[in-house]
């Protein structure tokens, strides 16, 4: 592939795969031995890096995702949501097959993921020069949890790229998040695990290269440390019924980095995050949807305190 500096607006590295999602009647799933599913069992493209990659190419920003995927069915869905929707794609392949999830979600919208962890190694990497000429040619690098974009992070300090990661549920002690809460100029994570987020989020900062940590906290809204200074950001009130929170921090991800891009403040930016949060809430996790500039930008309007 060739590409020259600033070709792409966002390079999202890892979490391409797909989700089977299964509707239940509550969370957690009482035993039995069997369930009628009336809404059916769907699955589709989509995990964490697709997510991040359909809403920011929803907000108008060049996007390029690089990944490991199998010459699988699951490759092929992958494949095609990306063609779908214009998203640049370099799938390398991942003999092991694509990386596949199980999601169980309830009637208020809360989730619980089961990750297929056999369809990747520990030693799988992107080739040097094909991870340093896509980078290169970005304006930022966004890195998801997989072990290929661990191994990455040294190379990607290197270029002087800026970077952001989302380390999801981290309770602040695993050490497998560390390296990308160190490593990343901006990091996203949710509260839900952390039983003191402040401090979580003021350790990122002080022992890493982060400028800005955000901590989301569902309904309860965000924690936001930029500057030294660290706020909370209230959440905004979805345009329609909550149906299901998947993709939701990758949505507030995508529109964060959409206002950052765009040279604006970071509580603007979190004001679009908290936006296209509570959009993707709206959205069945059936459906690979998100919400777009225009909409995103006239509903912050009137979000603004």
Same mark, same amino acid.
């Given at each position: 592939m060739t590409a020259h500096e600033g070709a792409i607006d966002v390079l999202v590295l890892g979490?391409?795969? /797909?989700?089977?999602?299964?509707? /239940?009647? *509550?969370?957690?799933?009482?035993?039995?031995?069997?369930?009628?599913?009336?809404?059916?069992?769907?699955?589709?493209?989509?995990?964490?890096?697709?997510?991040?990659?359909?809403?920011?190419?929803?907000?108008?920003?060049?996007? !390029? !995702?690089?990944?490991?995927?199998g010459d699988d069915?699951?490759?092929?869905?992958?494949?095609?949501? !990306?063609?779908?929707?214009?998203?640049?794609?370099?799938?390398?392949?991942?003999?092991?097959?694509?990386?596949?999830?199980?999601?169980?979600?309830?009637?208020?919208?809360?989730?619980?993921?089961?990750?297929?962890?056999?369809? %990747? !190694?520990?030693?799988?990497?992107?080739?040097?020069?094909? +991870?340093?000429?896509? %980078?290169? %040619?970005s304006r930022h690098v966004h890195v998801t949890l997989t072990q290929p974009c661990s191994h990455a992070l040294p190379a990607l300090i290197e270029t002087g790229v800026p970077l952001s990661t989302d380390l999801h549920d981290w309770d602040g002690e695993n050490p497998y998040h560390e390296p990308f809460a160190l490593a990343a100029d901006v990091v996203f994570l949710s509260a839900a695990a952390l039983t003191d987020p402040?401090?979580?989020?003021?350790?990122?900062?002080?022992?890493?290269?982060? *400028?800005?940590? /955000?901590?989301?906290?569902?309904?309860?809204?965000?924690?936001? +440390?930029?500057?030294?200074?660290?706020?909370?950001? &209230?959440?905004?009130? &979805?345009?329609? &019924?909550?149906?299901?929170?998947?993709?939701a921090g990758d949505a507030f991800a995508a529109a964060f980095l959409y206002g950052r891009l765009m040279g604006e403040p970071p509580q603007r930016c979190a004001l679009y995050g908290a936006v296209a949060g509570a959009y993707a809430c709206t959205v069945p996790a059936t459906r690979a949807e998100a919400i777009g500039r225009d909409e995103l930008l006239a509903r912050a309007d009137r979000t603004r305190p």
């Open positions: 979490g391409a795969g /797909v989700d089977t999602i299964v509707y /239940v009647p *509550e969370l957690p799933l009482p035993y039995a031995d069997s369930y009628m599913i009336d809404s059916g069992i769907r699955t589709r493209a989509g995990q964490t890096g697709d997510f991040v990659a359909l809403s920011l190419t929803s907000l108008g920003l060049r996007t !390029h !995702h690089l990944d490991l995927l069915p699951e490759g092929d869905l992958v494949r095609a949501l !990306h063609r779908k929707r214009g998203i640049g794609l370099t799938a390398l392949p991942q003999p092991a097959g694509t990386k596949r999830a199980v999601n169980l979600v309830g009637p208020d919208g809360r989730r619980l993921s089961l990750y297929d962890t056999s369809r %990747a !190694h520990p030693d799988d990497r992107f080739p040097e020069e094909t +991870l340093n000429t896509l %980078a290169t %040619a402040e401090r979580t989020i003021r350790r990122i900062a002080g022992r890493g290269r982060a *400028e800005v940590v /955000v901590a989301t906290a569902g309904a309860d809204g965000a924690y936001l +440390l930029a500057d030294g200074e660290l706020n909370r950001v &209230p959440a905004a009130d &979805p345009p329609a &019924p909550v149906v299901d929170s998947n993709g």
